[in-house]
């Protein structure tokens, strides 16, 4: 079962725009995670915060979390071509720590 | 920098055959996960090792699917016989301890093509 559902599924802008997807969960957590993954490639992970944490930075991510709506987004600010790739929020597993993803935002940046 | 070797990349056979995928995670980690993944979708939990033992197998397919960690290192996920419906991308990863605050490692996936 997927516990996060991204949003939106695709996600097209032009070099130099901001992109923001957000992901939405079921169930209470103590942490999310962000993952990219390129086409055909693994996922690397990007970004972690916790359920205490409203909001984390690194270099161009800005990613805010809300447990009162189980919600949370990320930020690309001033996306580049190289940032084409689909993007999965994920939040451990209630009764383990296996990791459950969303089904994922496909990003498109534009020259 | 250390990373999670996944061989082979790509896989093509035919339903009703047998398949390996074979995973060797970054040194010392003692968690390992497989994942299947279908095309436009996220990754699925198939199985969870700790050291050589079974975690969570609960998503594993089991009449087809079998999966090992002898040495607690590396790992070999099986089909037989291969369906049709099996043709995804199959990702394992690792992460140091089990904790859930822990960021996982992946390797670069299998893609199974199932003709």
């Known amino acids: 079962s997927q516990q996060g559902e991204e949003d939106p599924q695709a996600l097209s802008i032009q070099e130099g725009e901001n992109a923001t997807m957000n992901c939405s969960y079921k169930?209470?957590?103590?942490?999310l995670q962000w993952y990219r993954q390129n086409s055909g490639r693994g996922l690397v992970h990007l970004i972690l915060?916790?359920?205490?944490?409203r909001e984390k930075h690194s270099g161009r991510l800005r990613v805010t979390l809300d447990t009162s709506k189980k919600s949370s987004s990320l930020l690309i600010t001033a996306s580049r071509a190289a940032d084409t790739a689909s993007y999965f929020c994920?939040?451990?597993?209630?009764?383990?720590?296996?990791?459950?993803f969303g089904k994922g935002t496909t990003l498109s940046v534009s020259s | 920098e250390a990373e999670v070797a996944q061989s082979p990349r790509y896989k093509i056979t035919e339903k009703s055959q047998a398949v390996a995928f074979w995973c060797d995670p970054i040194?010392?980690?003692?968690?390992l996960y497989w994942y299947r993944q279908i095309l436009g979708q996220g990754p699925e939990l198939l199985v969870q090792?700790?050291?050589?033992?079974?975690?969570?197998d609960s998503q594993l397919p089991k009449d087809r699917f079998s999966a090992e960690r002898l040495k607690g290192v590396d790992s070999t996920l099986k089909i037989q016989p291969a369906e049709l419906g099996d043709s995804a991308m199959y990702l394992c990863?690792?992460?140091?301890?089990?904790?859930?605050?822990?960021?996982?490692?992946f390797g670069q996936g299998t893609r199974l093509t199932v003709v």
């Open positions: 990863a690792s992460t140091r301890t089990g904790g859930a605050g822990t960021e996982a490692f």
């Open positions: 169930t209470s957590i103590n942490n």
């Open positions: 915060i916790r359920s205490n944490e």
């Open positions: 994920a939040t451990p597993e209630q009764a383990g720590t296996a990791l459950i």
């Open positions: 040194s010392g980690h003692a968690t």
């Open positions: 090792f700790q050291d050589e033992s079974v975690v969570d």
